[in-house]
């Protein structure tokens, strides 16, 4: 069974997927919703036809100084619809900070051209938190 990473976003979500084995993460998509969760439900429920899900892994986007924001009520807010939708799925949340810090350096180490990286900051951003989780599962 696999692991969805979701980087949620007020306009855009990021997402990545791991291997059968969930040794591995790669990005997956950028769902542009503008706002609406309802695109971004109609869209899992898409991919949890084609894939075996077995865990959403969603970062939560807690403050630098560990505080939890508006973001944060948000994000969770988002969850209780995936786990009304969802119920079967396990749902995860680890601390993304950084990650789009971290997406945004490894697209200029690529010398990702500029238009393009509003498109994929979001799945790569998706890919760090996945693989957060893994690392902890894997210890």
Known sequence: MRSLGIDYGDARVGLAISDDLN??????????????????LKRLEEILK???ISTFVIGMPINMNGTEGERVEVTKK??????????NINIVTVDERLTT???HKTMNFLNVDNKEKRNIVDTISAVYILEMYMNKQSH
Do not use: P, R, S, W
């Not at 993460?25 to 695109?39: F, P, R, V």
């Open 23 to 40: 040794i591995t993460a790669q990005g997956l998509e950028t769902i542009h919703h503008k706002g609406n969760d309802k695109i971004v």
């Open 50 to 52: 084609m894939y075996e």
């Open 78 to 87: 988002f969850i209780h619809k995936l786990k009304c939708k969802f119920n």
């Open 101 to 103: 810090v971290a997406a």
